[in-house]
């Protein structure tokens, strides 16, 4: 794989798991011996179709992370969906779910 695709990759991994400013991001180690202008371009070209903000704060599309990032080991499940998944048969039976 080439070094800008896992690359593009790996900051969309990284806003994925924890959303952060375009500053914040800047900070984060695997990213410092990176020039400031290649991780904007390659923010600019998540932005068309991978990220989107909610203020400053930079969040990636959980159906585009389900689609484009299956190499990596990636929860995609709720807190509801965990709460479900914890729930022991009976107690399934007694909440109708």
Do not use: H
């Not at 989107?52 to 930079?58: A, D, F, I, L, S």
């Amino acid at each position: 794989m080439n070094q800008i695709k896992e690359l593009t990759e790996l900051i969309a991994v990284s806003i994925f798991l924890c959303p952060c400013s375009e500053i914040e991001l800047m900070k984060r180690d695997f990213l410092k011996r990176y020039y400031i202008g290649e991780i904007q371009r390659l923010i600019m070209k998540l932005e068309k179709d991978a990220i989107y903000y909610k203020g400053e704060t930079m969040f990636i599309y959980k159906n585009w992370a389900k689609k484009n990032l299956t190499r990596y080991d990636l929860d995609f499940d709720t807190k509801k969906d965990k709460y479900l998944l914890g729930l022991t048969e009976f107690a399934k039976q007694v909440n109708d779910i």
